[in-house]
């Protein structure tokens, strides 16, 4: 049985926007930007939670991942038994680059009609913000729930994930039955993401004067057949997937060609080493144990290739030089597509709170990318949700921004979907 609407009303009326717009600007106005030149990091920010959870009586640990990079874990124990439910949020957020292309300060928090711009007011202070007032609003109604809520306020979203790798490692996941990952989804329930694979791929041959490449062995003809082969494993996981309902089609993507791998590039100097890297994203049915294969068979079988190709063109030449021509694999990152199952009491929770607030169906999608959950998921087995205000294209552009009004039914929909998750009569279905 769902929670009355009386006791709806009790929640939704402990929701306080202003109280909300200003969390949010508060949070947008620290640069928590990971840069240990600059000397920011997710420190300030990680402080201001502590100091907020601390004023609403919540119990609070903060742990450091590594040296000003700490997590915040905010929980409450609402009543007996239950369910545990998590809220994840970042305090990190990417860079603003070149701060003159940008019309807003992108750390003023300057409200403009009824958006926020600044950096991170998408990804994703402002759900952070919504999730922590959700929070708040269910301890200050006194409605009664059994269970426990955790907030997760993690570091290092944006790079490798240290932050929920942190938390999982510390125990602070075990019993979690459940948890919302509140990123920039536009209004969306996502219930999968898609995998990510990240490769690098380096050619060594030898390094020579540009004007005479014979004393040497250019990596070039080695990188030009990467890129054209990575398109052809795209293809063919195009064929045999097709194309995910939420998620579209996978993926094989060269991103950052470099050569000479390290140091000065020189039109006059044919480097000797070169690297490719490439980043697969992947859907439901992809086996990353097969990709990987793959992608080791394919650095042999250009080594090969090229080296032959060399050989019959020394031929020609009637040159006599060593081809020695080497390509190795790297696997650099390894995170697995997420699925959470429609019937899931999580999924129900998050699509009766969506109902109650817009008035009208949920509509489901994916995640392109991956989050923290990704790692709750795969290495935990915790059903997740995806879902938050924001544009999705917004993240890490320019001009960042959120609209205040979907922020503040991001928060009611995530106070209802706690409530209805904890509420007793949900937990004996």
Known sequence: MAPSQDVIDKVLNC??????IKL???????????????????????????RWADRQGFEVQQEDV?????NVIISWHAGPGGRTLMFEGHTDVVTPGDISAWRYDPFGAEIVGRRMYGRGTNDTKGNLAAMLIAMAALKRSGVNIGGTIIGGVLCDEEDQMLGVRNFIDQGHADGISGAIICEPQDGLICTRQKGALRAQFTVKGRMSHGAMPLAGLNTAPAVARLITDLHKLETE??????????????????????????????????????????????????????????????ATTIENQIRRDYEKYDRILNKDRLRDLKIAVEILTDRPCTLTERDDPLVAAADWATRKISGTDPIYAGVPGATDGTFLWALKNIPIVTMGAGDRQVAHQMDEWVNLDQLIETAKIYALAALYYLWPESNDE
């Open 24 to 50: 949010t600007a508060d949070l947008v106005k620290i640069n928590s930007v990971w840069d240990p030149v600059a000397g920011t990091s997710e420190q300030i920010a990680a402080d201001h939670a502590v």
């Open 237 to 298: 996981a195009v064929e045999r997937s097709g194309r995910d309902a939420y998620l579209g089609w996978p993926s094989f993507t060269p991103t950052v060609i470099q050569a000479p791998a390290r140091g000065v590039p020189q039109l006059n100097v044919m480097p000797g080493e070169a690297q490719v890297l490439v980043d697969i994203r992947t859907i439901p049915g992809q086996s990353h144990h097969d990709i990987k294969s793959k992608l080791s068979a394919l």
């Open 15 to 20: 929701i306080d926007s202003d109280e909300l």
């Open 66 to 70: 590594a040296a000003g990079r700490p």
